[in-house]
């Protein structure tokens, strides 16, 4: 066994955090010392939340979760990994459709860091079709997301849209 902390990467816009990504966090923390959840700022794209924000709510929504950091980062994933002493990258995976980017990203990775491994994880049925574009569609038109989303991520939506 290696005496180096594993630690692992989950990177992803996370505009917002759902319970899928959740979910996976709780099923792979197990098999690491220590998780961290990684918003990525992509200055080309208008999220509904800032980063700042999406940390925050993250940060909330996971705090009962030992392992499980929150962090933020602008440039290359790989960068960050390597930064963090951590050896692999998480990416859920809910459908086919996800399949051919999330295997440019990990090609690309690993030609950038050969020594980073991205581990693909499955996204549990019931979260196949949760999606954080889809989420905040069904919240703007007043839907409701309490049972896709964390609680306190479903209120700053709410208040977001002007439905308080």
């Known amino acids: ?95 086919v459709t996800d399949f051919e980017y999330e295997l440019v990203m990990a090609n690309m990775n690993k030609k950038l860091a050969p020594d980073i491994e991205t581990m693909i994880v499955f996204a549990s049925p019931e979260f196949y079709y949760v999606s954080s574009n889809t989420v905040k569609e069904v919240a703007f038109h007043g839907g409701k997301v309490t049972d896709l989303v964390p609680t306190n991520v479903a209120a700053a939506m709410m208040k977001k849209f002007g439905q308080s």
């Not at 990684?38 to 392992?67: C, H, M, Q, Y």
């Not at 950091?69 to 930064?83: M, S």
């Open 1 to 95: 066994m290696n005496p180096k902390r594993r630690v692992a990467v989950y990177p992803g816009s996370f505009d917002p955090i759902t319970l899928g990504h959740r979910d996976i966090l709780e099923r792979m923390l197990p098999s690491f010392d220590k998780v961290i959840m990684l918003i990525s700022v992509n200055r080309n794209k208008n999220g509904l939340f800032t980063p700042e924000e999406r940390v925050e709510l993250a940060r909330e929504a996971l705090k009962d979760l030992p392992g499980v950091e929150v962090d933020i980062h602008t440039g290359l994933t790989v960068d960050y990994v390597k930064k963090q002493g951590a050896g692999v990258i998480l990416r859920g995976l809910r459908a």
